[in-house]
């Protein structure tokens, strides 16, 4: 089985100037738990919702918030994103994207076409859930 498969095909992109108030409101209203940064069509990075609660100011939103937990809703997605994200591209295998979760501290994989092109976004949530929905060996 190959990546292209099931990945997920709809990616939601940030530039790298967004600020992490967009990025949370993103966040906020969606279920997915990766933004790709990308600067004239070329994938430089990735936001998690783990690096978000990471940079955020835990008293936003809460009665004791003041200005400056307010500020680091200013801070910007390259202060915060991962750079150089590990890709592969979408003919790969599914054993190809296992062996890179297992060999890196990573979450989620962008897949590009031969031309570089951002074509989808897998996690090890779409691996699991491919196995689930995958006819039993044997069957």
């Known amino acids: 089985m190959l990546v292209k498969d099931i990945m997920s095909k709809h990616v939601v992109t940030v530039g790298l100037?967004?600020?992490l108030a967009l990025v949370k409101e993103i966040f906020d209203h969606s279920k997915f738990h990766h933004l790709l940064a990308l600067e004239k069509g070329e994938l430089?990075?990735?936001v998690s919702d783990?690096?978000?609660f990471k940079a955020l100011s835990p008293n936003i939103g809460t009665n004791v918030e003041t200005y400056k937990d307010l500020a680091?809703?200013?801070k910007r997605v390259h202060q915060i994103m991962s750079r150089k994200p590990r890709?592969?591209?979408d003919d790969a295998s599914v054993d190809d994207a296992i062996d890179l979760f297992n060999a890196e501290p990573i979450s989620?994989?962008?897949i590009l076409s031969h031309d570089d092109r951002l074509v989808g976004i897998l996690s090890w949530r779409d691996i699991l859930r491919s196995l689930r929905s995958a006819?039993?060996?044997g069957a």
């Open 72 to 74: 680091t809703l200013n």
């Open 87 to 89: 890709i592969l591209r």
């Open 135 to 137: 006819p039993a060996a």
């Open 50 to 52: 783990r690096d978000l």
């Open 108 to 110: 989620c994989i962008p």
């Open 17 to 19: 100037d967004d600020t």
């Open 44 to 46: 430089l990075g990735v």
